[in-house]
């Protein structure tokens, strides 16, 4: 167990919807990054956030979007949903800068159908 | 961030050490090597980093070469629950983004 929960582990939703997938980190930790991972892909990374502010996009839809709220925990907002948007997204968290390695979530599996 | 180049898989048989290699010749100064696996669909397991000195933890070793280019990452008794991809990645220090490559698929053979 890394000790960050991701809800819900499983979404099925139809094309045009929106979702939001919840992200709690690790007690602590201030830092959330949020990442895609397609069928047979690679994790591809949408955005990291730090202490509530955003502090990197990678590869994100301007479809999606990502909040980090005070107590820490994390959004990540997905909407007019696309068959291609189906997916496993993984939430990692980690402490405070420096050379610290981040912890990983078991993901949540989202299905368009 | 600084590229990884990894073989797209490898096998090694049970009991035996398994040793992965990545390629990192663009690395900085400042860049560290983070080795993580991902078994089946669940979330990536942190394994171990380093940045320019051998390392060892309770799950592997890893290796860098002196000039940096390259480190290997060695599970010393493979099992069969190490069946995974395991990927190779830099990171510059202070900058919390972790770049996932290809990695490499490991199966690990009774």
């Known amino acids: 167990d890394s000790g960050v929960t991701q809800t819900p582990k499983h979404l099925i939703t139809a094309t045009g919807q929106r979702v939001t997938l919840r992200c709690s980190p690790r007690?602590?930790?201030?830092?959330v990054y949020w990442y895609q991972q397609s069928l047979d892909q690679g994790l591809q990374f949408l955005i990291h956030?730090?202490?509530?502010?955003?502090?990197a996009k990678g590869n994100i839809l301007e479809r999606f979007s990502a909040q980090q709220f005070p107590d820490l925990h994390s959004e990540l907002n997905l909407s007019s949903l696309e068959l291609g948007d189906s997916a496993l997204y993984f939430c990692?968290?980690?402490?405070?800068?420096?050379?610290?390695?981040?912890?990983f979530g078991q993901g949540t599996r989202l299905t368009v159908v | 961030d600084a590229k990884t180049t990894q073989p797209p898989s490898m096998d090694c048989a049970e009991g035996r050490a398994a040793n992965l290699p990545c390629n990192h010749s663009t690395i900085s100064g400042n860049e560290y090597v983070y080795w993580y696996r991902q078994i089946h669909s669940q979330g990536p397991q942190y394994i171990i980093h380093?940045?320019?000195n051998n390392e060892t933890n309770e799950m592997a070793s890893l290796i860098i070469t002196e000039d940096r280019k390259s480190s290997t990452l060695i599970l010393p008794h493979a099992t069969l629950r190490d069946t995974a991809v395991y990927y190779c990645?830099?990171?510059?220090?202070?900058?919390?983004?972790?770049?996932f490559g290809s990695g490499t698929k490991l199966n690990v053979k009774p």
């Open positions: 990645i830099v990171r510059v220090y202070n900058f919390n983004k972790f770049y």
């Open positions: 956030y730090y202490n509530g502010e955003e502090r």
């Open positions: 990692a968290s980690s402490s405070q800068g420096g050379n610290t390695e981040a912890f």
């Open positions: 007690s602590g930790d201030l830092s």
């Open positions: 380093g940045l320019k």
